[in-house]
C-alpha cells in the first residue's frame, strides 16, 4: 500500500471519527432540549387540564427533533432550541422554572397571557438570552437583570411587578439593551440618571408606575421615551434637548411638571409625536415648536398655557393631531386654527370659548377628521355649516349651550363614526336622515329635550354600538325596525378604538364615558343602548332577539307595559335595567340564562307570579333590586348570590320569602335561634305570612304609595365627569 493511501485511509478514519462524535453531540443537545421543552409542556397541562390548543398537541414525545414543533425555533446546525414563543396562549399558572435547562435559548415569548406569580429564580443563568417577553400577565414581585448581559429586549408591560429598579439594573446587564419597556406597574423611586449608563438604549417606556422627582435622562441614543401617568415633576431644564436629540417620541403626559417649555426642544428635529397633556406648564407655547417639521402629533392639552398661539404652527406641514383643551381659552375661537389646512384632529374641548366657530374659519377646515369642542360655553343653533365637513369621522360638541332642533344635513356626513351632542338644550326630533349614517358607532344626545318617537331608520345604523338617548323627551312606541341597530357593531368599535387618533381625542376608550362599552367589547358584548328618563310606551317587542351584541340595557323611568319578552334570554347582556315602568305578568325564566349579568333591576313594575328560581343562577351578579313588585311571591333562596342581597332589593314585596337572617337585617349567615332549627323558623315565617295575607290590600296601599315617591324620584344626570386626567392603559 502506497503511502498516499495509507494517508487517505487515515484522514477518512479521522472523519469518520469526527461524525461520529459530533453526530452524536448534535443528537445528545437537540434530545436534551427536547425533554425540557417536554417537561413545559406538562407544566402547562398541569395548570391547564383543560385547554384545547393545537399547539401542544403537536409537541410529541416521538419526534426526534421539536424544531418544527410550534412555537418552537433551533439554531441552522438544529441542535438546540434557541426560540420559544407562546404568546397570547391563554395559558394559565407559574412561570416554568426550567428554562436555563436549555442553554442557548435567545428569544422567549410568553405575552399575554394568564401567568401568575414572580420570575424565576434562575433568570440569571439565561446567558445567551437577547429577548424576554413577559407582558400583559400578572407577575408580581421584583425582578433582577443580573446575569443577562445579552438581553436586547425586556418588555414586561402591564402586570404587577414592584420595588425599585435602581436595584434591578446593574449597568453591565443593561449595556447592551435596546428597547425597555416596563409601563403599568407598580414601581417606584426616581427616575434621574437610572438609565444613563444603559448606552444603547433606543426605546424607554416607563409610563403608569409610581416614579416621582425630576428628570435627568440623557437621551444619547433615545428614540422614543415615554413616562406618563406617573409622579414625575418639576421644571425641564433645557439641556434635557441636547444638540444631538435624536428624539422621535416624548410623552411627559400626566405628571406634575411645570414651567415653560424650553425653546432648546427645536433641537429634536425628528420628533414625531409630543405629548405634555395633564401637566401644569404655562407661558406661551415656545415659537421654536414650528420648527420641528417632522412633528404629526401634538398634545398641549390640561395645561395652563397663554392665549397666544404661535403663527409657527401654520408652517408644520405633517401636523396631523392637535390637542389644546382644558387650557382655559376664552372668548373666540382663534383665527388661526381656521389656517392649520394640515390638521385633521383638532381638539379645543374642556376651554371656555363662547363663540367664533364661523369667524374662525375651522368649520371650513376640509381636511378636519375630528373636531372635539366639547365642554365649552357655545351657544346658539348647531352650525349647518358642518354638514358640508365631508371627511368628518368624530363631531362632539356635547356639554355646551346649543340650542334648537339638530340639523337635517347631519345625516349627510356618510363617514362619521361618532356624534355627541348630549347636555345641550336640542329641541325637535331626531332627524331621519340619521339613517344615512351607515359608519356611526357612537351616537349620544343625552339629556336635551328632544321629543317625537324613535325613528324606525335608526335600524339602518348597522355599525351603532353606543346609542344614549336618555332624559329627554321622547314618545310612543319603539318601533321594530330599531332593533337592527348594531348588527356589526363590535368590528367596528374594534377598528376604531385602534386608531391612534381616537385615543388622544374627546372620544376615547379611556374615558369614563366610553370606558364600559370598550370594557365589554372583551366579552363579545359591546353594545349600549341608554333609553332611561324619557316617555316611551308600549310593549317591548320579541325582536329584541336581533341585538346580540347587546351588553348593557337600560329602559328605567319610562312607560313601557305588557310582558317582558323571553327573547331577552338571549342575549349576551351584562346589565339589563327597566325599573319604573308599568311591565307586568311574570318575570321571564330566561333571564336565568343570562349567565354573565352583573346587574339586573327589576323595581316599580308590576310583576307577578312566582319568583323566578332560574335566577339563582346568576353567579356574577353583584347589584339586584326586584322591590315594589307587590304580585311577586315566593321564597327567596337562603343559599346562593341572591342570598347575598339585603332587605333593600326586596322592599314593597309583602308575599315574597325572604331568608330569616334578611328580615332581621342581617347579610352573614343565619344565626339560629335557640331550640330551633332553620326549617322551623322558616315554617313559623310562612305560618305568619299566611296570616299576614289577608291584610294584603292594606300593604298593597302602601307599597303603591311607595311606588309612587320613587316613580317622582328626582333623577340625578347621566352626564359622566370628564376626567381631568386621561388613563390610558
Known amino acids: 500500500m502506497s503511502l498516499t493511501a495509507t494517508n487517505h485511509h487515515f484522514l477518512a478514519a479521522i472523519f469518520m471519527f469526527l461524525w461520529l462524535i459530533t453526530g452524536k453531540t448534535v443528537s445528545g443537545d437537540i434530545e436534551s432540549d427536547k425533554q425540557v421543552v417536554l417537561k413545559l409542556k406538562a407544566h402547562i397541562l398541569l395548570w391547564n387540564p383543560v385547554m384545547n390548543e393545537n399547539t401542544f398537541t403537536r409537541w410529541n414525545s416521538n419526534d426526534e427533533f421539536p424544531c418544527n414543533w410550534p412555537g418552537i425555533s433551533c439554531n441552522t446546525r438544529g441542535n438546540h432550541v434557541t426560540a420559544i414563543d407562546l404568546s397570547n396562549k391563554n395559558i394559565q399558572g407559574p412561570l416554568f422554572r426550567n428554562f436555563s435547562g436549555l442553554p442557548e435559548l435567545e428569544h422567549l415569548n410568553l405575552s399575554a397571557n394568564g401567568i401568575p406569580g414572580t420570575i424565576p429564580d434562575d433568570l440569571s443563568k439565561f446567558r445567551n438570552l437577547r429577548t424576554l417577553d413577559l407582558s400583559n400577565n400578572i407577575i408580581e414581585g421584583e425582578f433582577n437583570l443580573t446575569g443577562l448581559d445579552n438581553l436586547e429586549l425586556l418588555d414586561l408591560s ?21 428597547v425597555l419597556k416596563l409601563s403599568s406597574n407598580n414601581l417606584s423611586g426616581q427616575v434621574d440618571d437610572l438609565f444613563n449608563l444603559c448606552r444603547n438604549l433606543h426605546s424607554l417606556d416607563l409610563g403608569g408606575n409610581n416614579f416621582s422627582g425630576n428628570l435627568s435622562v440623557q437621551f444619547g441614543r433615545l428614540l422614543e421615551f415615554s413616562v406618563p401617568m406617573n409622579n414625575l415633576g418639576g421644571q425641564i431644564p433645557s439641556w434635557f434637548f441636547s444638540e444631538n436629540c435624536s428624539l422621535r417620541r416624548l410623552d411627559l403626559s400626566d405628571n406634575f411638571f411645570i414651567g415653560r417649555i424650553p425653546k432648546e426642544i427645536s433641537n429634536c428635529k425628528d420628533l414625531v409625536s409630543l405629548d405634555l397633556y395633564g ?9 421654536e415648536v414650528g420648527s420641528l417639521s417632522s412633528l404629526q402629533s401634538l398634545l398641549l392639552g390640561e395645561n395652563s398655557f397663554s392665549r397666544d398661539v404661535p403663527e409657527s404652527l401654520v408652517e408644520m406641514s405633517n401636523l396631523s393631531l392637535l390637542d389644546l ?21 383638532l381638539v379645543l374641548s374642556g376651554n371656555s370659548y363662547t363663540g367664533g366657530l364661523l369667524s374662525s374659519g375651522i368649520l371650513e377646515l376640509q381636511n378636519i377628521a375630528e373636531l372635539d369642542l366639547s365642554d365649552n360655553d357655545f351657544s346658539g343653533p348647531l352650525p349647518v355649516e358642518i354638514s358640508q365637513m365631508s371627511n368628518l369621522k368624530m363631531l362632539v360638541l356635547a356639554d355646551n349651550q346649543f340650542t334648537g332642533s339638530i340639523p337635517h344635513g347631519y345625516g349627510n356626513l356618510s363617514r362619521l363614526q361618532a356624534l355627541d351632542l348630549s347636555f345641550n338644550n336640542l329641541s325637535g326630533s331626531i332627524p331621519s336622515s340619521f339613517r344615512k349614517l351607515s359608519s356611526i358607532s357612537w ?3 343625552a339629556n336635551n329635550s328632544l321629543t317625537g318617537e324613535i325613528p324606525a ?35 367596528q368599535l374594534i377598528l376604531l378604538n385602534q386608531a391612534e387618533s381616537v385615543k388622544s381625542s374627546g372620544i376615547s376608550c379611556s374615558k369614563d364615558a366610553f370606558h364600559s362599552p370598550c370594557a365589554l367589547l372583551s366579552r363579545n358584548a359591546a353594545g349600549y343602548v341608554q333609553l332611561r328618563g324619557n316617555r316611551l310606551s308600549g310593549a317591548l317587542p320579541p325582536e329584541i332577539s336581533k341585538m346580540q351584541n347587546l351588553g348593557m340595557l337600560y329602559l328605567d323611568d319610562n312607560r313601557f307595559s305588557g310582558q317582558l319578552p323571553p327573547q331577552i334570554g338571549s342575549l349576551p347582556l351584562l346589565a339589563l335595567h327597566v325599573s319604573k315602568n308599568m311591565f307586568s305578568g311574570e318575570i321571564p325564566e330566561e333571564i336565568g340564562t343570562l349567565k354573565r349579568l352583573q346587574t339586573l333591576d327589576l323595581s316599580c ?15 356574577e351578579l353583584y347589584k339586584f333590586n326586584i322591590s315594589y313588585n307587590p304580585y311577586i311571591y315566593g321564597r327567596i333562596p337562603s343559599t346562593g348570590q341572591l342570598s347575598t342581597f339585603d332587605q333593600s332589593s326586596f322592599l314593597g314585596n309583602p308575599l315574597l320569602r325572604l331568608p330569616i337572617w334578611m328580615e332581621n337585617g342581617s347579610r352573614t349567615s343565619p344565626s339560629v335561634l335557640p331550640g330551633k332549627a332553620v326549617g322551623e323558623q322558616e315554617e313559623l315565617l310562612d305560618r305568619f305570612r299566611f296570616a299576614f295575607s289577608f291584610s294584603y290590600p292594606f300593604f298593597f296601599v302602601l307599597s303603591f304609595l311607595g311606588f309612587l315617591f320613587l316613580g317622582n324620584e328626582k333623577i340625578s344626570p347621566l352626564k359622566t365627569k370628564r376626567k381631568s386626567k386621561r388613563r390610558r392603559k
Open 443 to 445: 351616537l349620544m344626545l
Open 457 to 491: 331608520e335608526l335600524g339602518n345604523c348597522s355599525s351603532l354600538v353606543w346609542l344614549n338617548l336618555a332624559n329627554n323627551h321622547l314618545s310612543g312606541v319603539i318601533p321594530p325596525e330599531f332593533f337592527n341597530v348594531g348588527s356589526n357593531a363590535t368590528t
Open 158 to 178: 402591564n402586570n404587577r411587578i414592584q420595588g425599585n429598579p435602581r436595584l434591578m439594573f446593574p449597568a453591565r446587564s443593561c449595556r447592551n439593551l435596546v
Open 279 to 287: 401637566n401644569k406648564f404655562s407661558g406661551d407655547i415656545p415659537p
Open 605 to 619: 313594575n308590576n310583576f307577578s307570579g312566582e319568583f323566578p328560581g332560574s335566577l339563582s343562577s346568576l353567579t
Open 325 to 345: 383643551s382644558r387650557n382655559s381659552f376664552g372668548g373666540d375661537v382663534q383665527e388661526i386654527f381656521g389656517r392649520l389646512h394640515q390638521v385633521k384632529s
